[in-house]
Each structure stands twice: as C-alpha cells, then as structure tokens.
C-alpha cells in the first residue's frame, strides 16, 4: 500500500539505496548510471551517499584554477567535477549528506522551477523529520565568491535555509531521456576546511558560517538520525521499497569513474574546453 505522504510519481517502480560510503568519481558515476537504468526501463533511484574520502566537486564549467590543488593532494581531499552548473562543494566526510533522484525525463515536469520543488519535497520534509524550520530561500541574496557554491547568489528555486543561512544546494542536470537532482545537506559546518580547498580568495570562517548553518547546530541529532530521516523521507516520498546496484551497474559505474570522473581532461578541464 503506498505511503499517504507519497508524491505524484509514486506510482513508478522506485528504489531506495541507502547511504553507501565511496569516492566522489565513483559517486557522481553511479548517478549517471541511475539515470541511464531509469531511461531504459528499469527502477528509478532514490539514494543518499557519503563522500569518502572528503571531496571537492566542482561544478561543471568551474576554472580548476580556482581549486588550491596542493593543500588538496596533502590534505587527501579528491577533487572530481559534477556534471552540474554551480560552484565547487567541498564533500566533508563527516560534515556532508548528500543525495540524488533519477528519473525518465518524460515523468517530469518541463518547468526547471516547478521540477526542482517537486525534487526537493522529500528534502524538507527530511528536515521537518529532523525538527528543524528549512524551506526555499524567499528571496535572491547577493553572492559572497562565486567559485564556492554555498557563498554563491542564493536562489530561490533549489537553494534551502534555516535560521536564515544556507543549509542544503540542489542541482539537476538534464539528459535527453532522464534527469538526475542531487544536492547536499550540510550536517556540520567544516568552514576553515571548506574554504582551504579553495585558492585566492579572502573570505574567514567566519564569514562563511553566517552564509551557513548544519543541521547540528539546530538539532540535538546525529548524523547516523539525520542520514534516517533523508533516507525515510525519500523512500516514503517515491513509495520506494530498499534495493541494490546491480553487479552490472557496479561495473558500468567504475569503468565511467575511471575514463572521466578522474580524468585529467574532465576534472580540470577549464571553462574553455583546455586543460
């Protein structure tokens, strides 16, 4: 019987894989194989990840010469680029929950802005789960760096407050036959790390922190509780039942991490095709 908070597209084959631990190459591959099982017939996916090791990614057409690749490579943070638009995120390890949707393009609606608030309906209900006051951004605020995505024009189509400060970013990439949103829950605010993955810039910790705010700041909750109720919130919003990768997928997933989420000419890649 299907979930009465079940959204409109709760009557397609949905399934919830739950939070898996993997790097961030390997991570932004499985969700374009998601969207590729969900155009050919198979399940639509529902799924939170972790970012192991911590990650910065960047969006898709971001200058590498933005990324402070030496602390990256001493700090073992793994840089990899999304196929989304947008600043770079850095991924903490413990700090970050982070999840997608994939779906046929043909089940979604054609309008970006009534799509991503049709995505994003599990995402706040997750933070009502969590007790905490989250909804869109009700107005533009200016951007603070632009190469970081937190500190960027917040917009009220996928950008999520609390308190008044940033607390989760959604993006969606479009294919021809499917459409992938994945966004970033900010559980704990790792700010001085946040920003040391970055180069040439001059904003504090501080000034980072009053753009954003973790959940721990707001609730008396773990991560493991926080990573619950994305995983609760989304199954109950696809009437998802649990399941798996196929081995397939698995390897579909690692031979694309390996010919282009760590590939030279795809993570560095500059806004002008070079490298």
């Known amino acids: 019987m299907a979930d009465e908070t079940a959204g409109p597209l709760a009557d397609q084959e949905w399934r919830l894989i739950r939070e898996e631990a993997r790097d961030g190459p390997l991570q ?3 969700d374009e194989v998601a969207a590729e099982t969900a155009a050919n017939g198979g399940p639509r996916t529902v799924r939170v990840y972790r970012w192991n090791p911590s990650t910065l990614s960047l969006g898709y057409g971001q200058d590498p010469d933005t990324v402070d690749w030496d602390h990256c490579a001493e700090a073992g943070v793994s840089v990899t680029r999304r196929q989304t638009g947008g600043g770079g995120i850095y991924h903490d390890v413990a700090g ?3 999840y997608s949707i994939t779906a046929p393009k043909s089940e979604l609606p054609g309008d970006l802005m009534e799509a ?14 969590l007790g905490i006051d989250a909804d869109y951004v009700s107005e533009s605020l200016p951007e603070i ?3 970081a995505c937190y500190l960027r024009e917040l917009h009220p189509a996928h950008d999520v407050v609390a308190d008044g400060r940033k607390i989760s970013g959604n993006a969606q990439y479009r294919r021809r036959d499917a459409v992938v949103q994945h966004g970033s829950l900010t559980y704990s605010v790792r700010a001085a790390d946040h920003l040391a993955a970055f180069d040439d810039h001059d904003v504090t910790p501080e000034q980072f922190r009053e753009r954003v705010v973790g959940v721990d700041e707001l609730a008396d909750v773990s991560r493991a509780e926080t990573v619950a109720a994305v995983e609760e919130a989304l199954a109950a919003w696809a009437d998802a039942t649990e399941g798996e990768w196929t081995d397939a997928e698995l390897e579909q997933a690692r031979e694309r991490a390996a010919e282009k989420y ?9 806004p002008d095709g070079r490298v």
């Open 28 to 30: 932004m591959a499985l």
């Open 96 to 98: 970050d929950v982070s």
């Open 116 to 129: 991503y608030h049709l995505l994003c309906e599990p995402i706040l209900d997750a933070f009502g789960r």
């Open 145 to 147: 760096w632009s190469p």
């Open 262 to 270: 760590t590939a030279e000419d795809w993570v560095r890649r500059r």
